[in-house]
Nanobody, 115 residues
Framework: QVRLVESGGGLVQAGGSLRLSCVAS????????MGWYRQAPGKQRELVAT???????NYADSVKGRFTISRDNAENTVYLQMTSLKPQDTAVYYC?????????WGQGTQVTVSS
């Protein structure tokens, strides 16, 4: 059974920082790409950042310069360091991972940024 488990969400004031983690386990290996997406109330899920197995990254324009995605292939973990958080960053954040055949999703972790 494949599991992606996110952690690190919470409530933070505008301008603050949070670090999200997502650990993959189960019959997912070898993992190819990993990424973070988010969904705010009443909105569609949107890409935040992705990272390939070799470390190439891609970011949504809205988070460039504020968020950093990284991964530890040995620990099957992807991270999202979020700084200078804004109220519009409030959303449920989901990690995903693919193994060239299937894309797997975590359950999500809530991030709330107060003004």
């Amino acid at each position: 059974q494949v599991r992606l488990v996110e952690s690190g969400g919470g409530l933070v004031q505008a301008g603050g920082s949070l670090r999200l983690s997502c650990v993959a386990s189960g019959s997912i290996f070898p993992i190819n790409g990993m990424g973070w997406y988010r969904q705010a109330p009443g909105k569609q899920r949107e890409l935040v950042a992705t990272i390939t197995k070799s470390g190439s990254t891609n970011y949504a324009d809205s988070v460039k310069g504020r968020f950093t995605i990284s991964r530890d292939n040995a620990e099957n973990t992807v991270y999202l360091q979020m700084t200078s958080l804004k109220p519009q960053d409030t959303a449920v954040y989901y990690c995903n991972a693919d193994n060239h055949r299937v894309v797997f999703w975590g359950q999500g972790t809530q991030v709330t940024v107060s003004s």
